[in-house]
């Protein structure tokens, strides 16, 4: 067995958004370890985002499809090479995870450690299995970007079941004839529109409220509402049993207290059906990690500590992406990543600002969120004020026949503080939001001041900033008001 400690400047314990700073440093000339168990380009490009939104834009083509007689094209779908969407999309990450692994393991200045990093001490990883084990690095500075798996919880049974995660749901070539669902989150539901837009009969079993609890209280409850005409929802319910027989998977939910004042005379549900996929939510790799034998703290859900510039509790070790916990979300991740090497670069430290962090569910409808939820000011009973405005309202809207609706929260002063979407296009919709609150003045007026082509769905999001607003908090009702431009907003005929 290979004992020998080899020396780096720089290691880096994953191979997502955390190559991006290995690869920026090696630019810069320093020697950099890479220690990753699973193929290269983190959970997103693997097992993520990248192969699940490449499936469902299939099921956003089916839909429109689906939704032709609506305006009178008569079209049939004859047939569906569902396999073949399925390999092909599996093969380009595979290619792309591939093109990734050869570039570092040619690299004159990365070295590829194949296996499981755990820590020896703060600055030494030892590869404990895989095509490296035994090996060793030390490093002067080291990145923790371990990311997260899976979090299966407590189910009695379920050791007994032959589920699935997101992982392995990605991979089917057969889309279930009934699938049930434990979660109701971002996963669950790009995975319910995904195997029910192609043939799947789809149950969800969530414990809270509504499906997207991240998500403002009142898009959420849309969002709940369109899936519970498509599929058997059962929201306020924990499932607690699961069993198979015969081919046949069965889970007992009860209702789950938090999420109702009042639960008592609700009563146990069976959810049965041929396939389980487990999706409520992720925990983070830390446990893999022997973070013990380092002087890195996590909290109590296993997350990574840092303070404001990334820097973990440990001198010289950094961490960044899921493993944080912030936002378990790619582009969070990258941004982590462009914070840690100016951090690690530059004279002066700079914070990491999660103020306008947006997120995207790309279910059906998509649903889009950046800053606060009103459910979160309500609470804090702080003053703000609320604007609503409707797809349909728009010409664009109305040409396609869209439901949905863009909420706007501001400061009384103009503050932008948060917007929700859900709606077709939330995902692009909200991008214009982001940019005010990041690079513009933060304010109302970067939304209105700008030009808006018409007849487009961006309209949508002009009007919600330019419409009335609703005042809340303190001495509200005498501060109801309109926020409006000089001109009427109507569409010519």
């Known amino acids: 067995m290979d004992t020998e400690i080899r020396e780096f400047d720089f290691l880096v314990v994953g ?23 699973d193929p290269l380009g983190g959970t997103c490009l693997n097992r993520g985002c990248i192969p699940s939104k490449q499936l469902l834009y299939h099921a956003e083509v ?11 094209i008569h079209a049939d779908v004859t047939d569906v090479d569902f396999s073949d969407i399925v390999r092909e999309v599996n093969e380009e990450v595979s290619s792309s995870s591939n093109s990734i692994r050869n570039g570092v393991k040619t690299s004159d200045q990365h070295t590829l450690f194949e296996g499981e990093g755990r820590f020896i001490d703060d600055r030494t990883v030892k590869i404990t299995d895989g095509h490296d084990a035994g090996k060793r690095a030390r490093a002067d500075t080291v990145l923790v970007a371990a990311g997260t798996r899976p979090a299966i919880p407590p189910i009695d049974g379920i050791e007994t079941v032959d ?4 992982r392995e749901a990605l991979q089917l070539e057969t889309p279930p004839d009934d699938l049930v669902i434990v979660g109701g989150g971002y996963v669950a539901a790009e995975l319910a529109h995904f195997f029910g837009t192609f043939g799947s009969d789809v149950s969800i079993v969530g414990r809270r409220r509504h499906l997207l609890p991240a998500a403002d209280e009142e898009v959420a409850a849309a969002f709940t509402e369109r899936y519970a005409d498509r599929f058997e ?23 789950y207290p938090p999420a109702f004042d009042d639960s008592s005379d609700r009563e146990n549900v069976t959810v049965t059906g041929d396939t389980l996929l487990i999706a409520a939510g992720r925990r983070p790799n830390s446990d893999r990690l022997d973070l013990e034998g380092t002087g890195v703290e996590t909290d109590e859900l296993g997350f990574v500590k840092t303070d404001e510039y990334l820097r973990t509790t440990a001198d010289g070790i950094w961490a960044l992406g899921d493993i944080v916990g912030e936002y378990l979300l790619k582009h969070n991740a990258n941004y982590e990543a462009r914070t840690v090497i100016r951090n690690m670069l530059g004279d002066d430290l700079e914070p990491v600002d999660y103020t ?5 569910v790309f279910g059906s409808p998509e649903v889009a969120g950046v800053g606060a939820r009103e459910q979160e000011l309500h609470d804090t009973e702080r003053e703000y ?15 396609m026949k869209a439901d949905g609706f863009v909420k706007v929260l501001i400061e009384p002063d103009g503050e932008i503080l948060g917007c929700h979407i859900v709606g077709p296009d939330a995902s692009t919709l909200i991008e214009e939001v982001v940019v005010a609150m990041n690079a513009g003045t933060g304010t109302v007026w970067d ?17 919600a900033f330019s419409g009335q607003f609703t005042r809340h908090g303190a001495d509200a009702h005498e501060h109801n008001h309109h926020h409006e431009h000089e001109h009427d907003h109507h569409d010519p005929e």
């Open 385 to 399: 004020a609320t604007a609503t405005y409707r797809y349909e309202d728009t010409a664009r809207g109305k040409a």
């Open 62 to 72: 089916m839909t429109t499809v689906d939704r032709a007689d609506e305006f009178g």
């Open 233 to 255: 929802v059962h929201t306020g319910y924990e499932a607690v049993t699961a069993d198979e027989s015969g081919g046949e998977v069965i889970v007992e939910a009860r209702p």
């Open 356 to 360: 306008a962090m947006p997120f995207v």
């Open 447 to 463: 939304i209105r001041e700008s030009v808006h082509v018409h007849p487009a769905l961006s309209e949508v999001v002009d009007r």
């Open 163 to 166: 589920y699935l995660t997101s």
């Open 15 to 37: 191979s997502g958004s955390g190559l991006d700073v290995a690869s920026t440093l090696a630019n810069r000339g320093q020697s950099v370890a890479v220690v990753e168990k």
